[in-house]
């Protein structure tokens, strides 16, 4: 945590100079063997590594590879592992950070060059297995009824487990997915979690059980935590996967 | 409806966690009675005979404790069988693993791999105890035990079981609770941090437990290591001879 006030940084008079190493590697050109380059920066009052990684790009080095969309912990794309622990760069103070900061790509996931990772291949293909959307028995929605009602506190419940951005950091953490590739992960948990909650979902657990019951699923989770010791939307996943288990566990 | 997939899997997952649990339960209850010795020779005579039925049935009875043993050790068997499957098994599992903790240090991963390694080494420790116990059910008294630990010198195997049950036991303990929920009510961070300091308070409290009483049973073995094989006569008896 930092404690500093901002103006109180605005008046300290040299500012720091940050050595960001970041491990650079393209799988387009396999024969430039991965390689770890340092560069230096200047910290700003509020840099976050966004801005120090878009200032590297611009004015040292224009073949740096990373992802940004959002730029405001909104989108996802971001993530990556900052000195060690997997985050989102958009999301981080320079100043919450050492003088020298190492960057890698989340790993898991496919590499697309330096920092840039497809999670997006990786979040399509979980979510057609698990099948995380909503499911509805009835075929046909009349337009002229009333829509039905929720509550509030139920929608309320609902929305805080939508706020997962899928931006992959749970699985960087996971040691269960780093193992085993083929395992759902607490992201993919989360959302059939998330549906499970919602009325309008029909599904019945037999469903859930049907994609989740197995070590790909739930039972695979061994409860190391990496995932909800990162997430940066600091979604409740122990507890939602502890629910998921019981409910699988339980049926009949 | 969709047809319905194996339920095994969840089975098997809640039979690890109910063995896990059972061990659990009887290794804090078994170091309460082998503790006993602390309290004197005779202390630790009255707690044998009474796993022996001697209250009951007037006379001891040592295949008791073989049934027990047996228990115990179909329970271990059970259990280890199924928490193979969670065991790192191929080269590249192994690779994956290595290569996540050469990077992220984090203290509940660091938990699970102490909790592997010392469940490994449990296949071994608790095999050697378990088969004692099943098949020399007689020789459990101040002095057959101490005379085991010391002249037996089976001292260091207890030391390293020491270690090994109860970090494997309040890990698995602790993580069997986060793994169903238990005890995380409304707010998960807060109560997490207070389960994982409960956990190390009993860790700690039964490592110095056992490492007392192994201390005991080895200052008894020491004491009594020329006449070892004799047997005890609790005060009781002797006055009433
Ligand atoms: C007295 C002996 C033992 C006790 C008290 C004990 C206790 C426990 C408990 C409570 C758990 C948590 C269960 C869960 O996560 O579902 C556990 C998990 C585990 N045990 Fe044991 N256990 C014992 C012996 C063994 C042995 C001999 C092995 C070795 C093969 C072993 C290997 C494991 C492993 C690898 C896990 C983690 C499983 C997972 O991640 O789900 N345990 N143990
Ligand atoms: S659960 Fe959290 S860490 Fe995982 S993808 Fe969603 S937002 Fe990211
Ligand atoms: S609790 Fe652990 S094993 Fe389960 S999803 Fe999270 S990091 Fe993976
Ligand atoms: S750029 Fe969208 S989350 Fe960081």
Redesign the interface.
């Known amino acids: 945590m930092n404690l500093i006030p901002a103006r109180e940084i605005a008046t300290q008079e040299t500012p720091r100079k940050l050595r960001i190493t970041v491990l650079r590697h393209n799988p387009s050109e396999p024969d430039i063997t991965p390689y770890l380059q340092t560069f230096e920066v200047e910290e700003g009052e509020g840099t976050t590594l966004f801005i120090a990684l878009n200032e590297i790009r611009e004015q040292q080095d224009a073949s740096l590879q990373f992802d940004f969309v959002c730029r405001a912990g909104v989108c996802g794309s971001c993530a990556m592992i900052i000195n060690g622990k997997p985050a989102l760069a958009c999301r981080t103070l320079t100043r919450d950070l050492p003088d020298h900061v190492q960057l890698a790509p989340l790993p898991g996931f496919e590499l697309i060059g330096d920092l840039s990772v497809n999670t997006g291949k990786w979040m399509r293909h979980m979510a057609e297995r698990v099948q995380t959307w909503l499911h509805r028995a009835e075929e046909t929605i009349s337009l002229d009824a009333l829509e039905e009602r929720q509550d509030p506190d139920l929608a309320e419940k609902i929305y805080e487990l939508e706020r997962c951005i899928e931006c992959g950091c749970c699985v960087a953490a996971c040691g269960t997915a780093q193992m085993r590739p083929d395992f759902v992960g607490a992201v993919g948990l989360l959302q059939l979690a998330r549906f499970k909650l919602d009325p309008r979902d029909t599904r019945e657990d037999a469903d859930y059980y049907q994609v989740i019951g197995d070590e790909s699923g739930v039972f695979g989770c061994m409860t190391l935590l990496g995932c909800e010791d990162v997430c940066p939307k600091e979604l409740p996943l122990a507890q939602q996967i502890a629910y998921m288990r019981r409910q699988m566990a339980l049926i009949k | ?2 047809a ?4 095994w ?2 089975r ?3 039979i690890q966690g109910v063995t896990g649990l059972l061990l659990v339960l009887f290794m804090w209850a078994h170091m309460g009675f082998v503790s006993s010795i602390l309290l004197g020779k005779d202390a630790m005579y009255f707690v044998a005979r009474m796993f022996e039925g001697e209250p009951i049935f007037g006379k001891p009875y040592p295949f008791l404790v073989s049934i027990v043993a047996a228990v115990v050790f179909i329970l271990f068997a059970v259990h280890a069988l199924l928490a193979l ?2 065991f ?1 098994s191929s080269f590249s ?1 192994y690779r ?2 290595s ?3 050469g ?4 203290p ?2 660091l938990l ?1 791999v102490l909790q592997v390694i010392t469940g490994f080494a449990l296949f071994f420790l608790a095999s050697v105890h378990l088969y004692q116990m099943a098949f020399h059910p007689s020789d459990i008294g101040p002095y057959a035990s101490s005379d085991r630990v010391w002249t037996g010198r089976m001292w260091p195997l207890y030391l390293v079981m020491l270690f090994a049950v109860e970090l494997h036991g309040g890990i698995g303990f602790y ?1 069997l609770l ?4 238990v005890f ?1 009510g409304d707010n ?1 961070k807060r109560n ?1 941090r207070r389960l994982q300091k409960i956990k190390w308070g009993i860790t700690i409290f039964f490592i110095v437990l056992g490492l007392t009483t192994l201390g005991a049973y080895m200052k008894i073995g020491i004491e009594h290591a020329d006449r070892a094989g004799e047997r005890y006569v609790p005060a009781a008896k002797l006055g009433g001879e």
């Open positions: 409806m969709v319905p997939i194996s339920r899997p969840a098997l997952d809640v499957r969670k790192p599992q994956a693993l290569q996540h903790l990077w992220f240090r984090h509940d991963t699970w993580r986060l793994k169903w929920g995380l998960p997490r």
